[in-house]
């Protein structure tokens, strides 16, 4: 229990450590711990990183094709071990070459183990482009990470191979993840150093990745340990962290960036950004969860975080699907987001699945143990699934440089969603099934209910389907000709402004919403059909007086301005104290603090969303200083509100000294008008003042 305790304080300082240090910087050792992180990424194997691009989105590239090609392989396993379940001598001609079928537990693992690969390295591959894309467009070594991602590949390969010839057992497993702690371990340098290239804040995605991956160097060290040392309870920690935070954090670094970047909005509601990120990693996620110690008080411990690791599952998933509101169109459009919000809808209810079913497994008495292994491959396939279908048809093209080629990505995304739902719910019913007819039935076998294994092996037929289709997809862009062109969606919600005959300015139209692709409609006479006419964007909008229509500011940001008008306090003065961490831009937080603090308005995050998107010019879903200049003087300018300048109070007697000094250097100076003295006159008067 010692050993639990240390191990769970050590995690925490570690994360706390790497956070203070990744918000504030190391401070004058930066540039020699970057000197030396890139002389080991560029130099170290020497001359093996050689054999590898540098090209932008090298790195990113690599990891998604090679774990495309688990991704089939683990398709094919999936659809074999349900098929089997439902006639196990399906394959016994294969008898020739080795092939055996036992109770299906060395098919188990070979597919946990390559869907683990598959899932793990394209959703890495996605967090990688989103990294890239935040800080300067790549990474500080595309062709290092290249290299790791080749050598994951390797040694999973390696990893499955290896039973054939020796006895594999957790030692041996937790040897291999020594070697798999180096490979991320660079990866983490790699992230580190492009992170402090640019004097940007840390992304959200890039705070998931780069927490996940600390979490799980550290996962694969400590295993090794009690491994040594014969610590259960250490290893079933590190199975935890391995199991449940790695994939969810990946999981979340992908959903924060495609989902944003589609709808091109920001994320809905910062709070629940932070509980998802926060409760991730102090919590036990339900998934994949085995017997704990025997230790009634460990095993409360346990239960109780295993309840909070619901917590950071809907926060997250609520905080995504309600970033996509109001703009579902993109989403359905671009099958990489509908992917990644399908995933996001059934994530929960996975997880509450699995909680129930992995606390009968870890405290219980473990008669749900089929249900959750069901659960949690179906977690796997389908979860997993979406969110790498997401990363290849939405981040993929921009690690590549080629634009999406096929066009069956919405289809392989629909067959994932249907076929994993499907298979997942009759494979459930079979095993609930099952487990009824256990103790009715002497030496009950899987035959006895083979119709469900059969209509779950046709659902989950879709899924394997789906996968192979992403990963044709995966390759017909790769030999693509079509070049890949990033547009940022979303630029502004204005797609048709109405305007009356007369005239305007181009900063007056920007002001108020208006972008580049907006279309101008003139207001043209009642007799006309459709009563518009649409035209093209020019200097000039026709001719005399200015009258446009409608003129409609937010109530909230009128109040602002009255505000700081009636205080004498300029938009810079205003913004200066609301950019509270010195960004340059204010995003919905600062925003909403600061009409909280000035007692203006205190309204919930889509109220605050409304308000800066009225401002966001540039659609980055910040405000910057001229922004907001823009939007409060057209707001002053349109409905005439004063400003008052600021003039510091004075006290009493100092007042009365200054207007008496006023009135007579007032009076002086008329008399010295009217009569103008000369030099030996003021000399005179000089002396006889002195007298």
């Not at 909403?592 to 879903?621: F, T, Y």
Request: glycine share 8%.
């Amino acid at each position: 229990m010692f050993g639990v305790i240390l191990s769970a304080t050590f995690l925490v300082f570690l994360l706390i450590t790497s956070a203070h240090f990744l918000h504030r910087g190391v401070g004058d050792m930066r540039d020699a711990l970057r000197q030396t992180g890139m002389f080991l990424l560029n130099r170290a194997p020497v001359g093996l990183v050689d054999l590898f691009k540098d090209n932008d989105g090298n790195g990113s590239k690599t990891w998604i094709q090679y774990g495309s090609v688990w991704l089939v392989v683990s398709a094919i396993g999936g659809f074999l071990a349900s098929w089997h379940h439902y006639d196990p001598t399906a394959l016994d001609s294969l008898a020739s070459i080795g092939w055996s079928w036992d109770d299906g537990s060395a098919m188990k693992t070979f597919n946990q183990t390559t869907l683990y690969a598959a899932v793990f390295s394209i959703l890495l591959g996605g967090c990688l482009m989103a990294h890239s894309r935040a800080n300067g467009g790549r990474l500080a070594s595309e062709a290092n990470a290249a290299m790791m991602g080749f050598a994951w590949f390797g040694i999973t390969l390696v990893s499955l191979l290896l039973p054939i010839f020796i006895d594999v057992g957790s030692f041996e497993t937790s040897l291999v993840g020594m070697i798999y702690a180096a490979l991320i371990a660079s990866i983490l340098v790699n992230l580190l150093i492009t992170n402090a290239s640019i004097s940007d804040s840390t992304s959200v995605s890039s705070w998931f990745l780069i927490m996940g991956l600390i979490s799980m160097v550290f996962a694969f060290v400590i295993r090794f340990v009690a491994e040594l040392a014969g610590s259960t309870q250490i290893v079933w920690m590190a199975n935890a962290i391995l199991n449940g935070w790695v994939p969810l954090a990946l999981i979340f670094a992908v959903g924060y960036h495609v989902i944003p970047a589609t709808t091109g909005r920001p994320i809905w509601s910062g709070s629940l950004t932070k509980a998802s990120m926060l409760l991730l990693f102090v919590t036990v996620s339900p998934f994949f969860l085995s017997k704990s110690a025997d230790s009634t008080l460990i095993q409360s411990i346990a239960a109780i975080l295993v309840t909070m690791g619901l917590f950071p599952i809907l926060a997250a998933s609520t905080n995504l699907l309600a970033t996509t509101r109001g703009d579902a169109g993109s989403i359905f459009q671009e099958p990489g987001a509908l992917a990644i919000a399908a995933g996001a809808l059934l994530l929960p209810i996975f997880a509450v699945l699995a909680f129930f079913t992995g606390l009968n497994v870890m405290v219980g008495d473990a008669s749900l143990e089929l249900v959750a292994s069901t659960v949690n491959m179906g977690y796997l396939y389908t979860i997993g699934g979406l969110f790498s279908l997401g990363v290849i048809f939405s981040l993929y093209p921009a690690a590549s440089g080629n634009k999406l080629a096929g066009r069956s990505a919405s289809m392989a995304t629909w067959f994932v969603i249907v076929g994993g739902l499907f298979s997942t719910i009759v494979s459930l019913m079979g095993n609930w099934m099952f487990i009824e007819i256990s103790p009715l039935v002497e030496d009950a076998t899987y035959e006895n209910v083979s119709g469900f294994s059969l209509t779950a092996s046709v659902g989950f037929y879709l899924v394997t389907i789906g996968m192979l289709m992403a990963t044709g997809i995966v390759a017909k862009t790769a030999f693509s000709r079509t070049p890949y062109t990033f547009v940022l969606a979303g630029q502004t919600d204005v797609s048709v402004y109405h305007l009356t005959q007369g005239e305007t300015s181009i900063r007056k139209l920007l002001s108020r919403g208006v972008g580049l692709d907006s279309n101008l409609v003139i207001g043209a006479s009642e007799e006309e059909e459709g009563g518009s006419t649409v035209i093209a964007v020019a200097t000039e909008l026709h001719n005399d007086e200015v009258t446009e229509f409608p003129v409609h500011f937010e109530p909230e940001l009128v109040e602002l301005t009255k505000w700081l008008a009636g205080r004498g306090t300029t938009a810079r003065q205003f913004f200066e104290w609301a950019d509270v961490d010195n960004s340059g831009s204010m995003d919905l937080f600062e925003f909403s603090n600061a009409l909280r603090v000035a007692e203006i308005a205190d309204l919930p995050p889509w109220d605050i969303e409304k308000l800066v998107h009225a401002m966001d010019l540039n659609g980055d879903g910040r405000i910057d200083l001229p922004e907001i200049d823009i939007h409060l003087m057209g707001i002053r300018n349109a409905l005439e509100i004063e400003f008052i300048e600021y003039v510091e109070e004075e006290t009493a007697t100092d007042s009365g000294d200054s207007k008496e000094a006023t009135s007579d250097n007032e009076e002086q100076a008329e008399e010295s008008e009217e009569h103008p003295k000369s030099e030996d006159a003021d000399e005179l008067e000089n002396v006889e003042e002195n007298v």
